[in-house]
């Protein structure tokens, strides 16, 4: 059964806070109910878990997450996951394209797009069921999203209050220096001067 979903969400803090809680994949695993990321093999391959209640019955995911792409100037991220219940034998896979735009000021916009694939037992659930749960979920998902935005804002307004302001700039000073020889020469030639203005007839 294939589930996709197109979703946005407004967030009060720039779109640089907004990014850098996209692209910790930690993080942003903990503000979904029942994900965490258990092991970080290397910077875009990690390990995770996720258990959800649907309807009478729970299963527990356990797979991989893959950063397929990440762009930082573009400030989007395209990530996949695979994963699978051993106790009901179903499967799930992950496709997901978020994005952060800057929406003026200290406010951007999270969207994503995601493509679920459910197999197994779970499936069976049906559609209605998996959306009414996936539609819960994601409010409590975008809830601790922008809790954590927020933190995220906070602490980097704290650290540019305390990084030390930048250098001023300024023009070098020219360094002047005293020619002696230059000096007596003036000197000399000035006296000579005198002289010949004072053989001058009148």
Not at 48 to 67: D, M, Q, R, Y
Not at 177 to 201: S, V, Y
Request: hydrophobic share 45%; net charge neutral; with cysteine.
């Amino acid at each position: 059964m294939k589930i996709e979903l197109e979703k946005s969400l407004a967030l009060p803090v720039s779109a640089g806070a907004g990014w850098k809680l996209v692209e910790n994949i930690e993080t942003m695993a903990s503000c979904m109910p029942g994900a965490k990321i258990t092991e970080r093999i290397d910077a875009t391959h990690y390990k995770g878990a996720i258990t959800v209640k649907l309807g009478p019955a729970t299963v527990s995911f356990k797979g991989e997450l893959e950063v397929l792409a990440q762009d930082e100037t573009a400030r989007s991220i395209h990530i996949i996951g695979k994963g699978s219940d051993t106790g009901s034998g179903s499967g799930a896979s992950l496709d997901l394209h978020a994005v952060v735009k800057d929406t003026g000021g200290d406010t951007c916009e999270l969207s994503g797009v995601s493509v679920v694939n459910v197999t197994g037992k779970v499936a069976a659930f049906g559609s209605r069921l998996m959306n009414a749960a996936t539609d819960q979920l994601l409010k409590i998902f975008f809830a601790n999203v922008l809790i954590k935005a927020q933190e995220v804002q906070a602490a980097l307004a704290r650290a540019a209050a305390d990084a030390p302001p930048p250098p001023v700039m300024t023009a070098a000073p020219v360094e002047q220096k005293f020619n002696a020889a230059a000096f007596i020469w003036a000197l000399i030639r000035d006296w000579f001067a005198g002289l010949r203005g004072h053989g001058k007839p009148s």
